[in-house]
């Protein structure tokens, strides 16, 4: 593919680089289609993404529908047929102001402004669109052959929320019209397995404006999932000697400043609250509170180590733009614990620690992720705390910790916490980009901060280490994960209705009645359908919409001769035997938390 430089230089593009050069050059295109239909339209930034481009472009009070987003589609199409050559030209400053106040582009203005050291611009001219922009670009607009608009959303300028409030245009573009087909299918897929859509046909959990954005609440069935992952993953921290507590949701912001938080975290944090002379804040996580707990009380190395866990109910002012059902919320429920441990103890426990990870993937069946080192960028003074021998030490420590321990990872720089260095293993999930869901991070730091202490075996105060650690991640996030692989066809132990019984008449609806109270007393989750519809109804409803793993039809054949035909959520029939049977089988399948 040829592409255009902003010296006017036509070369031939890097195979590597088609993709960014093409959705570059349609973010050009969209803003010029963009306005011909609305040419009062103020642009600002157009870059290319990963998946495809955007545009921020201040409308005034124009408020875009979908419609409208197709008609901007379709103009692109006709500057595409137009095929117009793209030129680039470079003016210096002073004629380059002139050029964007002469087509009133005032963010392109104030962009120049903010470039105070750049003597010359360059801008890159298709028709009568002319934009600001460093390119390359492809030579002529037929040369995008495969793009779609896609939606719309807020931003502000700058990415500050002081600023006024864009709308984002977004669109995809690829190289050929199949890459395009194959993306739509992916995008079905994901609309399939969407946590949000599974949530409300299986009433999982809802959010309400009237709340607040990003505080998810779990209704019956999604609590009764939440509940189940809560008790399934205490029960394993409880067998390997962690001891569970229960800390309050806020905190005083001198806590946060003890911690650090409060210097290199408080733009995520809600803001203070003050009483009686006091600052209070939502907490955003909770090792300041789990470091007051282990400095309670005088601690010996004989103790150690100490492992504190809790299912923390956490706050963070997540933009509005990042928030995801209960994928990204305001509102989460972490599964942490933090581990006090001894110098000696590191290796130890962050096996211990890696084994529980990969253990609770081998029940849930989770096998496409991988392991990343994060560690600090030396540079950044602002985003870590500022010790280089306390990183230098942590760094070493964790890498040869996951050397020995046979682990495979790379490492990313710039990714750590602000007190210490972190595995992060980053789960592929089924639809979408990969995102952490456990991480095992090592801390130098905070414990040094709260000035903790234990007695050594030679009578010496040492100050520990402390690991933090999530297997879980948030259970929110875990959950929703789960929802999206399995598109909510959970297994029994974790299905919010583990059997629904589907009489199919009145006649035997007092059969099913008993049945329903057998399975209660046998402590499983059982639902009767009293409806009067059809049983093929009921089995569709049952089966699509509830996701429920068993059904047991009863007829008058099942109630003379005490028994229930079993279905499937699959749709297999496993035919007709004793309810004692089936209380046994799926039982046996709950307590073992079979797949």
Same mark, same amino acid.
């Given at each position: 593919?040829?592409?255009?430089?902003?010296?006017?230089?036509?070369?031939?593009?890097?195979?590597?680089?088609?993709?960014?050069?093409?959705?570059?050059?349609?973010?050009?295109?969209?803003?010029?289609?963009?306005?011909?239909?609305?040419?009062? @339209?103020?642009? &600002? #930034?157009?870059?290319?993404? +990963?998946? =495809?481009? $955007?545009?921020?472009? !201040?409308?005034?009070? %124009?408020? /875009?529908?979908?419609?409208?987003?197709?008609?901007?589609?379709?103009?692109?199409?006709?500057?595409?047929?137009?095929?117009?050559?793209?030129?680039?030209?470079?003016?210096?400053?002073?004629?380059?102001?002139?050029?964007?106040?002469?087509?009133?582009?005032?963010?392109?203005?104030?962009?120049?402004?903010?470039?105070?050291?750049?003597?010359?611009?360059?801008?890159?001219?298709?028709?009568?669109?002319?934009?600001?922009?460093?390119?390359?670009?492809?030579?002529?607009?037929? @040369?995008?052959? &495969? #793009?779609?608009?896609?939606? +719309?959303? =807020?931003? $502000?300028?700058?990415? !500050?929320?002081?600023? %006024?409030? /864009?709308?984002?245009?977004?669109?995809?573009?690829?190289?050929?019209?199949?890459?395009?087909?194959?993306?739509?299918?992916?995008?079905?897929?994901?609309?399939?397995?969407?946590?949000?859509?599974?949530?409300?046909?299986?009433?999982?959990?809802?959010?309400?404006?009237?709340?607040?954005?990003?505080?998810?609440?779990?209704?019956?069935?999604?609590?009764?999932?939440?509940?189940?992952?809560?008790?399934?993953?205490?029960?394993?921290?409880?067998?390997?000697?962690?001891?569970?507590?229960?800390?309050?949701?806020?905190?005083?912001?001198?806590?946060?400043?003890?911690?650090?938080?409060?210097?290199?975290? %408080?733009?995520?944090?809600?803001?203070?609250?003050?009483?009686?002379?006091?600052?209070?804040?939502?907490?955003?996580?909770?090792?300041?509170?789990?470091?007051?707990?282990?400095?309670?009380?005088?601690?010996?190395?004989?103790?150690?180590?100490?492992?504190?866990?809790?299912?923390?109910?956490?706050?963070?002012?997540?933009?509005?733009?990042?928030?995801?059902?209960?994928?990204?919320?305001?509102?989460?429920?972490?599964?942490?614990?933090?581990?006090?441990?001894?110098?000696?103890?590191?290796?130890?426990?962050?096996?211990?620690?890696?084994?529980?990870?990969?253990?609770?993937?081998?029940?849930?069946?989770?096998?496409?992720?991988?392991?990343?080192?994060?560690?600090?960028?030396?540079?950044?003074?602002?985003?870590?705390?500022?010790?280089?021998?306390?990183?230098?030490?942590?760094?070493?420590?964790?890498?040869?910790?996951?050397?020995?321990?046979?682990?495979?990872?790379?490492?990313?720089?710039?990714?750590?916490?602000?007190?210490?260095?972190?595995?992060?293993?980053?789960?592929?999930?089924?639809?979408?980009?990969?995102?952490?869901?456990?991480?095992?991070?090592?801390?130098?730091?905070?414990?040094?901060?709260?000035?903790?202490?234990?007695?050594?075996?030679?009578?010496?105060?040492?100050?520990?280490?402390?690991?933090?650690?999530?297997?879980?991640?948030?259970?929110?996030?875990?959950?929703?994960?789960?929802?999206?692989?399995?598109?909510?066809?959970?297994?029994?132990?974790?299905?919010?209705?583990?059997?629904?019984?589907?009489?199919?008449?009145?006649?035997?609806?007092?059969?099913?009645?008993?049945?329903?109270?057998?399975?209660?007393?046998?402590?499983?989750?059982?639902?009767?359908?009293?409806?009067?519809?059809?049983?093929?109804?009921?089995?569709?409803?049952?089966?699509?919409?509830?996701?429920?793993?068993?059904?047991?039809?009863?007829?008058?054949?099942?109630?003379?001769?005490?028994?229930?035909?079993?279905?499937?959520?699959?749709?297999?029939?496993?035919?007709?035997?004793?309810?004692?049977?089936?209380?046994?089988?799926?039982?046996?399948?709950?307590?073992?938390?079979?797949?």
């Amino acid at each position: 593919m040829k592409i255009i430089d902003r010296n006017g230089q036509v070369a031939e593009c890097a195979p590597e680089e088609e993709l960014h050069v093409l959705r570059h050059s349609a973010a050009h295109i969209m803003a010029q289609a963009i306005k011909r239909l609305y040419p009062e @339209a103020d642009f &600002a #930034f157009g870059p290319a993404t +990963q998946n =495809g481009f $955007y545009y921020d472009v !201040d409308l005034g009070d %124009k408020k /875009l529908t979908s419609e409208d987003l197709e008609e901007i589609e379709k103009e692109m199409k006709k500057i595409v047929k137009q095929n117009l050559p793209f030129k680039s030209f470079v003016l210096p400053r002073e004629e380059a102001k002139k050029l964007m106040a002469e087509r009133k582009e005032n963010y392109k203005l104030e962009h120049i402004d903010d470039l105070a050291e750049e003597t010359e611009f360059s801008f890159f001219q298709q028709g009568e669109y002319v934009d600001m922009c460093l390119g390359p670009h492809i030579c002529y607009t037929k @040369a995008l052959k &495969a #793009f779609k608009v896609t939606q +719309q959303s =807020g931003a $502000y300028w700058k990415n !500050d929320s002081e600023n %006024k409030m /864009l709308t984002r245009i977004n669109g995809v573009a690829f190289r050929t019209a199949e890459e395009l087909a194959e993306w739509e299918k992916q995008q079905a897929e994901a609309r399939e397995r969407d946590h949000r859509r599974i949530g409300r046909e299986m009433q999982l959990f809802m959010t309400d404006d009237l709340v607040g954005r990003g505080l998810p609440m779990f209704l019956p069935n999604g609590y009764v999932v939440w509940q189940e992952l809560e008790n399934y993953i205490k029960e394993k921290e409880r067998r390997l000697g962690y001891q569970h507590v229960l800390t309050p949701c806020v905190g005083t912001v001198d806590l946060y400043k003890t911690s650090g938080h409060w210097d290199h975290y %408080k733009d995520n944090m809600f803001p203070p609250m003050e009483m009686e002379g006091e600052s209070y804040v939502l907490r955003p996580m909770n090792c300041p509170h789990h470091m007051r707990i282990f400095a309670n009380r005088p601690r010996s190395y004989r103790v150690m180590p100490i492992r504190i866990g809790e299912i923390a109910h956490d706050f963070r002012y997540e933009s509005s733009g990042t928030l995801k059902g209960i994928e990204r919320g305001r509102h989460f429920c972490q599964n942490d614990a933090h581990l006090f441990v001894t110098p000696e103890q590191i290796k130890s426990e962050v096996a211990s620690v890696c084994d529980l990870i990969f253990d609770v993937y081998k029940d849930f069946g989770i096998t496409d992720y991988r392991c990343v080192l994060s560690l600090r960028d030396p540079a950044d003074k602002k985003k870590y705390h500022d010790d280089d021998e306390m990183w230098n030490n942590a760094e070493s420590a964790l890498r040869e910790v996951l050397t020995e321990l046979g682990i495979n990872f790379t490492e990313e720089i710039g990714e750590a916490a602000f007190y210490g260095p972190k595995l992060d293993v980053n789960v592929k999930p089924a639809v979408g980009a990969e995102y952490t869901l456990s991480t095992c991070q090592l801390d130098f730091c905070l414990p040094a901060r709260f000035e903790l202490r234990y007695i050594d075996r030679d009578g010496s105060e040492k100050c520990p280490v402390v690991i933090h650690r999530a297997i879980l991640g948030s259970l929110d996030r875990f959950m929703a994960y789960l929802i999206e692989e399995t598109k909510g066809r959970f297994p029994a132990w974790l299905a919010p209705v583990q059997v629904k019984v589907l009489p199919l008449s009145e006649k035997t609806l007092d059969y099913a009645r008993a049945v329903n109270e057998k399975l209660l007393d046998a402590g499983l989750r059982a639902v009767l359908d009293e409806s009067n519809e059809k049983i093929g109804y009921k089995i569709r409803l049952a089966q699509q919409e509830d996701r429920v793993p068993y059904m047991l039809v009863l007829g008058g054949k099942e109630a003379e001769a005490n028994t229930v035909a079993v279905r499937t959520r699959s749709g297999e029939d496993l035919g007709a035997m004793p309810l004692d049977d089936f209380i046994a089988r799926i039982k046996k399948e709950i307590e073992t938390r079979a797949k």
